[in-house]
């Protein structure tokens, strides 16, 4: 951290000189975005600059640059505007790292409840936590509630819908929300146990309306897709004055920045680091061994950033999913440790029988 | 188009046999994302299926895939969802073709304006329009509006903030919105030319108090970024029931979905159709031979895309940016043709005179 100024890694493929000509390239598209030439006297206060660049191998080196506090302008978007708007559309070019001025992390809230407040929010359960998804798209709104009882009798601690799950004619919109939290609540009264239920949240202009009528139809969390639906919904449920609920901020577009491992922003620092400040106190993202591409190192880091001291920033529960299976939950748990909510979808209902198999999953883990 | 099926081809590399198991793999992730060998009951109405596959090169073959439509559930996100969501986290993928359901593609408003209603607002002009940007950061909220007035007295289109502009102390949000505005207005008054103004907006889940606020300092058109704050921000402003302003896109942080030619989707396919479909008026995309790095033919498409007969939707304004300069205008009408907006940015200011430079402009295109 620094007074004021924050200092943004990026990870830039090319010989190195031709990699220090991008350096500059990347300073001024991500402040300036104007021919240095004609603008030299205003370079004093919104001008980045390069403070390094430090080859890491052959055709890849680390370019560190530094930008005012000021460019960010005490928002999301322009803090992101600010990381890498324009530079997204070069080539070669990842995000690996960010060190944030000490009075703007200060400003930022990050996740309402975090690892702890969550744990709270389930009545103070320890241990690894499970997150199930109502699905596939197609049950009806019956075989859905059905579902959310059963995986909340089981002693879920999640059941969340799946992201696809919207206002389709089988299964309309607030009517099966209200259907399932229904269901839950009546086995959260059964068994003691608490179950959160997040449904998937995707505003429009009339974001106060419908969140309230979310909430309203037993909503305990929210689902969140910052890659569809715009960084910004992230802080703005984080800090609602009326609604506080917790945050799980599902990957659904964001893949566009790191399937290409030479491009975009590096998974630990999205899904880890960005998330987190932004408010989201789940970070589902696809973890190594499943149906997706990322490696252990990888998911590693990604758990590692969501939990680590980052100013007075809550921690954030990463949550591995995209192919999880109960057989692989000793592993990941050794793996990923306690403070982990494991995201496992289809392969709960392999033998017709999620209440049992989200039993199993609490015998394994020894809860 | 078809009745009720959306068709969307992925462009996939791996070699045939591989591919083939990719597409299965797709039209599962992007509908039920659950195990088929359980969900046999459910198939019939969400499961999306493979129509085709064709190779068309060494390891590269397009698929098609047919999704029902009520998977997109009635709305933006949900439509994104089932386009690429999970499947953006799957390198070597690329959507390239959307063949859309009829009655779906009827209920999209897309552009409010368009090419048509675009030149309506300003006053009928004819041929390829202007606009530039309010930069570079870094200048004063005087400043910015004396610039403003010079691009405006000099008969530029359209005024942009560069969407770096945001609430830094030394030009605070409105109150530089409103002198920008202002002086955009006193240039129109003298000169009987019309100069709209795009201020950037980023809205949070305030949205109609900030839209009004911008509305009453002066804005004339909006730039939204729906890489940063969503693709619904395109929707909503393009259907407010209350303040009706012309939407110019801004690609930062799209350039995730582009930068890499073998994963994302299409430049034709983002800049030019779904900006559109969503209501976007006039598409900003990096230009070949700019400091991006589009080829000629990717803009041809993108152009293509943005003004072809799709449904009922208006027309939307492609607007090649990034890099351009006053010489190359010739050569960019010819290429673009005269339904354009030329963004040049930087390079309007080299002679430190953009009144001089915009009238340059006009007298190259014969305005």
């Given at each position: ?9 990026y990870r830039v ?6 990699v220090?000509a991008r350096?500059?390239a990347?300073?001024?598209?991500q402040?300036?975005?104007f021919?240095t030439?004609y603008?030299a006297?205003?370079?004093h206060r ?9 080859e890491v191998a052959?055709?890849l080196?680390d370019?560190s640059?530094v ?7 005490h928002?999301?978007s322009q ?5 890498f708007?324009n ?6 070019i990842?995000?690996?790292?960010i060190?944030?001025p000490r009075?703007?992390?200060a400003e930022?809230p990050?996740?309402?409840f975090?690892?702890?407040?969550l744990r709270a ?13 109502l699905?596939p798209?197609?049950?009806t709104?019956e075989?859905?509630?059905?579902l959310?009882?059963?995986l909340?009798?089981?002693?879920a601690?999640?059941?969340?819908d799946?992201?696809g799950?919207s206002?389709?004619?089988?299964a309309?919109g607030l ?5 399932s939290?229904?269901?839950i609540?009546?086995?959260?009264e ?11 949240f995707?505003?429009t ?6 969140l309230?009528a979310?909430a ?7 689902l969140?897709?910052?890659g ?5 919904l ?10 506080a ?5 599902h ?7 790191v399937?290409d491992?030479?491009h975009?922003?590096?998974p630990?620092v999205?899904?880890?680091?960005l ?7 789940i970070?589902?993202f696809?973890s190594?061994g ?6 252990r190192?990888?998911?590693a ?6 939990r680590?001291?980052?100013?007075e920033?809550?921690?954030?529960m ?5 192919g999880?299976?109960l057989?692989?939950?000793p592993?990941l ?7 982990t909510?494991l995201?496992?979808?289809?392969e709960?209902?392999r033998?017709?029988?999620p209440?049992?198999?989200v039993?199993e999953?609490?015998s394994?883990?020894?809860?």
């Amino acid at each position: 951290m620094s007074d004021d100024e924050f200092v943004i890694t990026y990870r830039v493929r090319g010989p190195l000189e031709e990699v220090h000509a991008r350096a500059g390239a990347i300073a001024v598209e991500q402040s300036h975005e104007f021919p240095t030439a004609y603008a030299a006297e205003y370079t004093h206060r919104s001008l980045g600059r390069v403070r390094e660049v430090r080859e890491v191998a052959d055709d890849l080196a680390d370019v560190s640059i530094v930008y005012p506090e000021a460019l960010a302008g005490h928002n999301v978007s322009q803090f992101l505007v600010m990381l890498f708007g324009n530079t997204s559309l070069l080539p070669g070019i990842q995000v690996t790292d960010i060190s944030y001025p000490r009075t703007w992390l200060a400003e930022q809230p990050g996740p309402r409840f975090g690892v702890t407040g969550l744990r709270a929010l389930l009545g103070g359960v320890q241990g690894p936590l499970l997150a199930s998804a109502l699905k596939p798209v197609g049950l009806t709104t019956e075989d859905l509630a059905a579902l959310a009882y059963e995986l909340a009798a089981g002693g879920a601690d999640i059941v969340k819908d799946d992201q696809g799950l919207s206002d389709q004619d089988w299964a309309p919109g607030l009517e099966r929300v209200r259907a399932s939290a229904a269901a839950i609540r009546r086995a959260n009264e059964e068994t003691g146990h608490r179950t959160l239920y997040f449904p998937t949240f995707s505003p429009t202009r009339d974001y106060r309306d419908e969140l309230a009528a979310l909430a309203d139809a037993g909503a305990t969390g929210i689902l969140a897709m910052p890659g569809v639906d715009g960084f910004q919904l992230l802080r703005d449920l984080s800090t609602d004055p009326d609604i506080a609920l917790p945050v799980l901020a599902h990957p659904s577009f964001l893949g566009a920045f790191v399937a290409d491992g030479t491009h975009g922003i590096a998974p630990d620092v999205l899904f880890g680091e960005l998330l987190r400040i932004l408010g989201s106190d789940i970070a589902v993202f696809p973890s190594y061994g499943g149906r997706f591409s990322f490696d252990r190192e990888q998911c590693a880091r990604i758990a590692d950033r969501a939990r680590r001291p980052l100013g007075e920033l809550a921690a954030q529960m990463p949550s591995p999913g995209g192919g999880m299976s109960l057989e692989r939950v000793p592993e990941l748990v050794e793996f990923y440790g306690p403070d982990t909510v494991l995201l496992i979808g289809g392969e709960l209902h392999r033998d017709r029988a999620p209440r049992a198999a989200v039993r199993e999953f609490r015998s394994v883990v020894g809860r």
